[in-house]
């Protein structure tokens, strides 16, 4: 079997990774010149680590990110706890596995480590692919073609493979736009930010915060409401006085927070709908390309991981019917990541309220959750997503 993937993100090398576990032949297709990622945080929840282990990378993981205490939810202006979930040394014992806050490019060095360099085609930019009897075929931009039994895409929210199969569809700008920055431990004030996952909670606007790289670094990400940015990019600069002052009546911890950032970058948030069929032929698709997530549930990344390994599998458990395994891979696959996403647009709406009324009724719904917490209830009510296992499905 030969099998390409397209895109050589965090769910791409996953998938890269899974099937050279399985001695699977396959070649990973990236369109940047070179490999590395932005420089931004990324967490993985014990649904996510649970691959890694299975990839043999667990203990490389857990030793270049940082877990968190627990994951607290505080009012923006008083900074009052609405809700506090433990994770350390809690989430091993009841889901299986810990949960990490990471530099992206860290975990992406980790993947990259288990993917033959060789099999990685840098500068290859996918245009189209089709199905030709038993042959996929890949069209790059130099007008080249690549032939092989499988194509997954994992070419992201603006997916080439995605168009070639259903044809082109903007994604929906959701009306959320966020700042993003990394700030030095060592400028800010001893204590001032808790060794927790952080959400502040305010009217039309959230901020989340979480340590990487062993507790020297505080990623950050700010979101609010907002009907003038409408651009999908993760390196757009955005203006420092401008995030400031959109921020400038939130709790002092906050305001030093953002304030202290090593840069500003700015990108509106955009998804879709689930969508109803991922595999047509021998093509099929993972990640962003079929179901980008609103980072309110910081499960994206994780839902692009576990896909990479479920399509491996899949190949690897059909080798003998390709098209079939694909269908296999989808249908294990889509109700899952679809109630994902849907949760995820759902918290925008709950992170953000404003009238007093369904703010009150929210904090002591958290209040009620918080009294009746204990053997792993998350104050998101996601256990089911963290009890996952897609090594074992």
Request: hydrophobic share 45%.
């Amino acid at each position: 079997m030969q099998v390409i993937i397209v895109g050589a993100g965090l769910g791409g090398l996953t998938a890269a990774a899974a099937l050279a576990a399985r001695g699977i032949e396959f070649t990973l297709l990236e369109q940047a010149s070179q490999l590395g990622e932005i420089g931004a945080g990324v967490q993985l929840a014990p649904n996510a680590l649970k691959v890694l282990r299975a990839l043999g990378l667990e203990q490389r993981a857990a030793e270049v990110g940082f877990e968190p205490g627990a994951h607290v939810i505080r009012n923006w202006k008083t900074s009052q706890v609405l809700a506090r979930t433990p994770y350390k040394g809690v989430l091993t014992d009841i889901f299986g596995a810990a949960y990490y806050g990471y530099h992206r490019a860290d975990l992406h060095e980790i993947l990259r480590s288990a993917v033959p360099a060789g099999a990685i085609r840098l500068s290859a930019r996918c245009t189209g692919v089709r199905t030709e009897g038993d042959q996929a075929i890949v069209t790059l931009a130099d007008g080249s073609e690549l032939a092989a039994d499988a194509v997954v895409g994992a070419d992201g929210i603006h997916s080439a493979v995605r168009g070639s199969l259903y044809g082109a569809e903007a994604p929906r700008f959701t009306g959320n736009a966020c700042w993003r920055g990394m700030t030095p431990a060592s400028a800010l004030s001893p204590g001032l930010v808790d060794p927790d996952m952080t959400v502040w909670f305010g009217p039309g606007a959230s901020v989340v915060h979480y340590y990487i790289r062993g507790g020297t670094i505080v990623n950050w990400v700010a979101a609010f409401e907002s009907d003038a940015w409408a651009e999908e990019s993760w390196n757009a600069e955005g203006r420092r006085e401008e995030m400031l002052e959109r921020f400038a009546d939130w709790h002092p911890t906050i305001v030093s927070l953002l304030a202290n950032s090593d840069r500003y970058l700015k990108w509106g948030l955009f998804d879709r709908d689930p969508l109803s069929q991922w595999s047509r032929g021998r093509v099929t698709l993972m990640g962003d390309a079929c179901h980008p997530m609103l980072p309110y549930l910081a499960q994206g990344a994780c839902m692009a991981i576990e896909d990479g390994y479920a399509v491996a599998d899949a190949l690897d458990k059909g080798r003998g019917d390709v098209v079939a395994a694909l269908q296999a891979y989808e249908q294990a696959r889509r109700e899952r990541t679809a109630r994902v996403q849907l949760l995820a647009r759902a918290r925008s709406v709950d992170n953000h309220l404003r009238d007093e009324a369904s703010i009150r009724a929210r904090d002591e719904r958290f209040a009620k959750i918080r009294e009746q917490q204990g053997n792993g209830r998350h104050s998101y009510g996601i256990e089911w997503i963290y009890e996952h296992d897609v090594t074992r499905a």
